[in-house]
C-alpha cells in the first residue's frame, strides 16, 4: 500500500534532500492496536566541561524512533486517544516502513561493534503479550500460558542516531517555535500520510460472523478500492460507484474493481493523464495491467480487461542462460497462449471464469520449444511495451457475477459471465475510436507488434 500515489517518494525525498539518517513513514493509529508508535526520545546527558563552573554541563540527545506496543507499560506510556470521544490514538502508527541513510546506519553500526555496544542488535525486546495452548501430562489438560520471543527491532537503529542540543525542547528553556527549529535540525524525520495509503496490512484471517475487518486480507482489499474510487475520481469520470461500507462489502462485494500495475502511474496525477473522463457504471471491473494507456472518454459497463506481456519493456535472456547458440531469447508465451505476465501471473482465464494464476514462469529453450522450468530471464526496461489506446469506446457486457459464492474478491479470483479482454504481446497496441464493443467474444490479442 505504500507505493501509492506519492508516499514512498515523499519518504524518499525528504530523507535524501536533507541528507538524514533515519525516516519513518507514518500515519493515524487506533487506540490499543497491537503496533508501535513514533515518539520523539529524549536522553539526558552529561557532558564534562572543565572550563564551566561545574565541571560540565547537561545536555539534551533527541531522535524520533520507535516504541514497540509491549513496551508501553514498561516506559510509563498511556496509550491515550487524540481527544475525548476519539478512537484515534495521540501517538502515530510505526509502519516499519523506513528511510535509511547507509553511511549514517553503517557508522552507527561499526561505531557499536567496536565499543560492544547493543546497536549491533537494536531494540531488543522480549515479546510476551501472547499466550499459547498445549496439553500439560501431569495434570492432564490442555493450559494456557504465556510464551515469549525474543526480538531485535531494526527500526531501533534510530536510538543511536540522535541529535545533541544545548537545550530541552519543552518547558522554559524551550517553546514551540525552538523546538520546530531542533526538529528540523535532527538527523531522523518522520512523514505522515493518512492511513489507507501507507499500510493495510493482512496479519489475520477474518472471522466469518464478525464484520471486522481490521489487518484482514478483506480489509486491505477495501482499502485498495477505497483508493481506486479516489484515484478515478481525480481522473474526472462522471460516473464511479461506491465501494459500499463495510457490511455491504462483505456481503455483495466492492461496488466496482479497478486494479491496475503500478506503472500506469504511481503518482495518481500521472494516472489522471492516461485516464481522463468516461464512467465506471455500478459493478463494472476495470483491470489495466498496462503502463503506456491512453483512455479518453471509455465507458465501461461490465468488465474490461487489459493485459501487457511487457509492461515495462521487454525480456532478455541473462548471460548464462544463453542457448547453445549463443543466442538471446526473449521470453515466452505460457502453455495456455496467454502471455505470462513476468510477476508469475497468467492473463488468461480458466473455463470456469476464474482469473487463471501461474506460481511458475514459462521459457524458450533455444529450439522453439516452451519449457515450465523458471527461468533466468530478466527486464530490459525499453519502449518494446504492450500500450492500449481507446477514445471514446463504450465497452458493453454482463460481467461480473456477484452472486457466485466462489468469488474471492481479495485475490481477485472472481468469475464473469462475459468480459472484453484485450491481451497484448511484445510491443502490440491496440487502438479503438468512436465505437461500442459488446458480449464475450470480443478478444484482442496484438502478436508481437512492429
Avoid at 495452548?133 to 543511536?160: H, Y
Avoid at 500506469?264 to 464512467?279: E, M
Avoid at 474490461?304 to 506481456?309: E, G, M, Q, S, T
Avoid at 530490459?380 to 511495451?385: E, G, I, L, R
Wanted: charged share 20%.
Amino acid at each position: 500500500m505504500a507505493g501509492v500515489d506519492t508516499t514512498l517518494l515523499a519518504l524518499a525525498g525528504t530523507g535524501f534532500s536533507a541528507r538524514r539518517a533515519f525516516g519513518f513513514m507514518s500515519c493515524e493509529r487506533v487506540v490499543g492496536a497491537a503496533e508501535g508508535m513514533n515518539v520523539l526520545q529524549e536522553r539526558k546527558v552529561w557532558v564534562e566541561d572543565p572550563t564551566h563552573p561545574e565541571g560540565g554541563t547537561w545536555q539534551h540527545d533527541y531522535a524520533i524512533t520507535n516504541v514497540e506496543y509491549t513496551e508501553f507499560e514498561r516506559l510509563g506510556i498511556t496509550d491515550q486517544p487524540m481527544h475525548e470521544g476519539s478512537n484515534h490514538s495521540a501517538f502515530p502508527a510505526n509502519t516499519n516502513i523506513l528511510y535509511v541513510g547507509l553511511a549514517a546506519a553503517r557508522a552507527a553500526v561499526e561505531a557499536a561493534v567496536a565499543a560492544g555496544g547493543g546497536e549491533v542488535l537494536p531494540g531488543l525486546i522480549f515479546n510476551l503479550k501472547k499466550k499459547v495452548k498445549f496439553f500439560d501430562p501431569i495434570i492432564q489438560q490442555d493450559r494456557d500460558v504465556r510464551a515469549g520471543r525474543m526480538e531485535c527491532t531494526m527500526q531501533n537503529l534510530a536510538d543511536s542516531l540522535t541529535t545533541r542540543s544545548t537545550r530541552a525542547l519543552t518547558g522554559a528553556a524551550g517553546g514551540q517555535q525552538a523546538a520546530h527549529q531542533l526538529t528540523e535540525q535532527l538527523d531522523t524525520f518522520m512523514v505522515y500520510n493518512m492511513r489507507r495509503k501507507v499500510t493495510s496490512s493482512a496479519k489475520k484471517k477474518r472471522d466469518p460472523r464478525s464484520t471486522h475487518i481490521h489487518q484482514t486480507p478483506e480489509g486491505a482489499f477495501y482499502d485498495l478500492q477505497r483508493n481506486a474510487w479516489q484515484v478515478l475520481q481525480r481522473c474526472g469520470m462522471r460516473q464511479v460507484p461506491a465501494v459500499g461500507d463495510v457490511q455491504e462489502y462483505l456481503q455483495h462485494g466492492p461496488g466496482f474493481i479497478f486494479l491496475y500495475h503500478p506503472a500506469l502511474g504511481p503518482l495518481w496525477d500521472v494516472i489522471s493523464q492516461k485516464v481522463r473522463g468516461g464512467a465506471l457504471l455500478d459493478g463494472s471491473e476495470l483491470v489495466l495491467e498496462v503502463a503506456e494507456a491512453r483512455l479518453l472518454d471509455v465507458t465501461v459497463d461490465g468488465s474490461l480487461l487489459v493485459y501487457a506481456d511487457n509492461i515495462m519493456g521487454h525480456m532478455v535472456a541473462s548471460p548464462e542462460a544463453h542457448g547453445s547458440n549463443g543466442v538471446q531469447h526473449t521470453a515466452a508465451m505460457g502453455s495456455n497462449g496467454y502471455a505470462m505476465q513476468h510477476n508469475g501471473h497468467s492473463n488468461g482465464h480458466n473455463s470456469n471464469g476464474f482469473s487463471a494464476h501461474s506460481n511458475g514462469s514459462s521459457s524458450s529453450n533455444g529450439n522453439g520449444k516452451h519449457s515450465n522450468m523458471p527461468s533466468s530471464n530478466r527486464l530490459q526496461y525499453s519502449s518494446q511495451n504492450g500500450r492500449v489506446h481507446l477514445l471514446n469506446v463504450t465497452v458493453q457486457n454482463v460481467g461480473v457475477d456477484w452472486h457466485h459464492p466462489g468469488s474471492v474478491y481479495w485475490q481477485h479470483k472472481v468469475v464473469r459471465h462475459e468480459a472484453c479482454r484485450v491481451i497484448l504481446h511484445g510491443r502490440s497496441e491496440f487502438e479503438a475510436y468512436d465505437c461500442k464493443i459488446s458480449g464475450d467474444q470480443v478478444r484482442y490479442r496484438g502478436l508481437g507488434g512492429w
